[in-house]
């Protein structure tokens, strides 16, 4: 019987270990071909970096000079940000209150948040520009109601299965020594929901920051791009595709991501499984 869990154990490690490498390849051949001149990018795309191939930061220079990727740097930075505050506080805000006031009322909202989940982007896109335009929304500003609209269903059910395990005694002992039911919530219920919170804002940063179709749908790109939307345009007319610049803007936009992401894993197996299995 030992002998057979230690086999299967080898047998996951190496399974699992040629999975991490088919994932890290992509991501090692992309950084390569960041550091190479433009001609050899694709005619020898899988190569080594040599002294002959080594464009040395010319290919970083074009994409944060030419194609002004430090500005939309500036403007992803600002909407992930701001969306992800304001979906964690009036998510969580809006799961409290559904948990706590059982009525018909918050029992429609839960519905309503669990039914966007299943809802295709595909069914609204088509107008989701022209109202946003309408609505004045088509700034970084007026984006992070965008998100919080299509990040809310996942975010309130999350936060719901999580609150259903808090003790509302706690907060019952807070009110009676005073405390507002906002207090209450800020001071005792939002420290408890802290592994929530984590993966909630993990997943929906990852999420933001590698959108592309949103913010090209609803942003005035005349004005503000985020990172995807300048690595789009780095595509020129007649198929004309600057290959450096594209490599160098991957790298650049993936980098952080990989970091937050690695930075912040052990929270999110656990912030799903707070608030998927106690709800």
Known sequence: MKERKRLLSIIGTVVFSIFSIAWLIPIVIIVMNSFKKKSFIQSIPFDWVTPETFAKFAN???A???YHLLDAVGWTVLITVGSVIVILIC??????????VKSKVSKFIYLLCVFSMVVPFQMV???LSF???RLHLNTPWGIIIVYLGFGAGLAVFMFCGFVKSIPVEIEEAALIDGASPLRAFFTI???IMKPTYISVGILETMWIWND?????????TNKYKTISIVIQFMKGSYGRVDMGAIMAALVLAVIPVIVFYLACQKYIIKGVAAGAVKG
């Open 189 to 191: 219920v939002l420290p």
């Open 64 to 66: 944060l000079r030419k």
């Open 60 to 62: 970083y220079t074009a």
């Open 212 to 220: 592309f179709l949103l913010p090209y749908l609803v942003l005035d």
């Open 91 to 100: 998510t969580s805000m809006c799961a409290w209150y559904i948990t706590r």
């Open 131 to 133: 109202t946003a335009d």
């Open 125 to 127: 896109m088509f107008t």
